[in-house]
């Protein structure tokens, strides 16, 4: 269990907390007297291996569906990309940022914004290449989508490919792309329909709030999918206390 008794595991617990909500170096931990930083990564490295980060998160997501309820109706996708100065695993040039060393996160939340599919690449990977990936990532049982009980899928407009539409088909989802054309664009806000897809871009500031994944420190793929699947488990358990 991620969270049990025994002062280690509470120090662990705290100190991993702390790099994450904080964006600290692990050798900074050493400053608090409470752990050394060795300590605290190998305990951080063990977790990792024995999939505890993932398990928190997945056990947050069933939390969440059993209280409130997952909102499958509507999901949402969209990348976010980020500085990785020290490069590494899944990392690549960000066209954004003059060239220099990013990653790119792709995140797959509900009707609310609550993360529940992630997958990690390039800072030059284009949004539409990892999407049957994020879909694939969902921790937690996906209903089926019904006609009486469709799922619809929001994406931008650089999602506006065949195999975007193919990938949607797939997963039995409905798309609702926002096409390229500026005039179809136009149409489509004279009609009135209600947006859907900025929850996406909360649930990528929900993100942003743990400074660990404003700025990747970590060269490693695994160990930075960890700091994502913490931070993704924390915002499912703290979604379950205060619902929308």
């Given amino acids: 269990m991620f969270l049990g008794p025994g002062s280690h595991r509470v120090q662990g617990n705290t100190l991993i ?28 490295r063990e977790w990792l291996e ?21 909102d499958w ?17 899944k990392t ?6 003059r060239g220099k060393k990013g990653s790119k996160r792709s995140v797959l939340c509900d009707g609310r914004g609550v993360p529940i599919g992630l997958v990690v ?14 879909l694939e990532s969902i921790p937690v049982p996906r209903p089926g989508s019904t006609s009486q009980q469709p799922q619809g899928l929001c ?26 054309d500026y005039r179809t664009r136009e149409m489509e806000r004279s009609a009135h329909k209600k947006a859907r897809r900025w929850v996406v871009e909360r649930a990528h500031s929900w993100h ?6 404003l700025v990747r420190w970590e060269k490693r793929e695994d160990t930075w999918l960890a700091m994502l699947h913490l931070a993704c488990g924390v915002i499912a358990w703290f979604h379950r206390v205060l619902p929308e």
Avoid at 17 to 44: E, I
């Fill in 73 to 89: 109706e509507w999901l949402a996708v969209d990348g976010a990309q980020g500085k990785a100065p020290l490069g590494g695993e």
């Fill in 208 to 213: 942003n709030r743990f400074r660990r994944i």
């Fill in 50 to 70: 024995a999939g505890v980060f993932w398990e928190f998160w997945r056990q947050g997501l069933l939390m969440y569906e059993a209280l409130g309820g997952i």
């Fill in 17 to 44: 907390l702390l790099v994450l909500r904080t964006g600290m170096q692990w050798r900074a931990l050493k400053a608090t007297g409470v752990c050394g930083p060795s300590s605290a990564y190998r305990r951080f």
């Fill in 155 to 180: 994406l931008d407009a650089g999602y506006d490919y065949d195999e975007v539409r193919r990938v949607a088909e797939d997963f039995g989802l409905t798309l609702h792309v926002r096409p390229r």
């Fill in 121 to 134: 690449g390039g800072a030059n990977t284009k949004g539409h290449k990892l999407l049957r990936q994020t």
């Fill in 92 to 97: 690549g040039p960000n066209p954004t940022d």
